[in-house]
């Protein structure tokens, strides 16, 4: 009895590792990132907070993130210098970050 079990847990564990499955190579794929639901219901959240602090970073988050707009289109769409873009960017992403892992 004592065998037959060993061999079952044995058999499972090798299922559950990845026994004959059929190994791919992911480089040259292009593999769209998807962001778990939850993550974009924090995002959408801390989204809502940095809006009351800063409105214009959260429009540029809103138009990198959601519309997945590059900096370039973000600052002819807002009317304003890339500079400012990539700078909003950059502070809105780390305040994202620290509020989202506050959060957690």
Avoid: C
């Amino acid at each position: 009895m004592r065998r037959i079990l060993v061999e079952v847990a044995r058999r499972k564990g090798r299922l559950r590792r990845g026994a004959r499955a059929e190994h791919v190579s992911v480089e040259g794929l292009d593999i769209p990132e998807k962001a778990p639901e939850e993550r974009l219901v924090q995002v959408s959240e801390a989204l809502d907070h940095l809006a009351d602090e800063q409105p214009e970073a959260a429009q540029v988050v809103k138009l990198r993130y959601f519309a997945g707009l590059n900096n370039p289109q973000v600052a002819e769409a807002m009317g304003i210098s890339l500079r400012s873009v990539e700078r909003q960017w950059t502070w809105a992403k780390s305040w994202l970050f620290r509020w989202i892992r506050e959060q957690a």
